[in-house]
């Protein structure tokens, strides 16, 4: 049996290990940083309290990102009536502006423009899809069928193909 502060320990070094995975839906969600920080603390907590009833049969990256998108969505939806748009975080593409052509870059700001525009659990199918998550492995994050996860993501991509093509 393990004790508490071998369970701490083991809890901030996983948390630690997959920052990475609460800084993405954070930046995704929250517009500021002060509402980026608050979210960030809301997830930790959300996942400390379901620490002890994680099981082990599923892959801690996909608890993880269940717990943070659940809690995320339920901010968002909370900060809804003061924000009409959630702007992606500068973090969430990565790319150097030296190697970026002028088309290419302002074809990635229409593409995170309009990904903040979509519906909360849209928006959190893109972020998986981007991150290259398989779609059994966004079913199990999000919490629906392999079927409509695959649905959603032909749908989701239309939207984004007539946004492209609308923006001319």
Known sequence: MQTTTTVQQDFVST????????FKICNSYCPNAADREDLAQEIIF????????????????TWMYRIALNVAISFYRKEK????????????IELSDELLEEGLETN??????FINELKPLD???MILYLEE?????????????????????????EQL???FNNQD
Do not use: C, P
Not at 15 to 22: S, T, V, W
Not at 82 to 91: A, E, F, P
């Open 81 to 92: 009536n003061s924000t009409n748009t959630i702007l992606m975080g500068d973090h969430l």
């Open 15 to 22: 948390i630690e290990a997959n920052k990475g995975i609460i």
């Open 161 to 163: 193909k007539q946004k």
């Open 46 to 61: 959300q996942l400390w309290k379901s620490w002890s009833n994680f099981d082990q049969a599923y892959k801690l990256s």
């Open 133 to 157: 998550k398989t779609h059994k492995e966004m079913a199990e994050i999000i919490g629906i069928s392999t079927t409509n996860v695959a649905t959603k993501i032909g749908r989701i991509k």
């Open 108 to 113: 990635l700001n229409a593409l995170q423009q």
């Open 123 to 125: 928006r959190a199918l």
